[in-house]
């Protein structure tokens, strides 16, 4: 049932931190320094990316 509403299952994202990879992303760093710095893996770090160019822009 809730599935078919739309209905979002699983762990929020963190959009703090999101945000955060994201800038340094932007700011040249390599995806693993993000990584480092941000406090989280690579693979957290891809998604982030990822968001970033599927995002259309304006």
Known sequence: MAKAEGAHHGRPKNTTKRSRIKELLQAGFSIRKVAEIADCST????????EMVSVPRK
Do not use: G, I, N, Y
């Open 43 to 50: 693979s957290t770090v891809q998604a982030a990316k990822t």
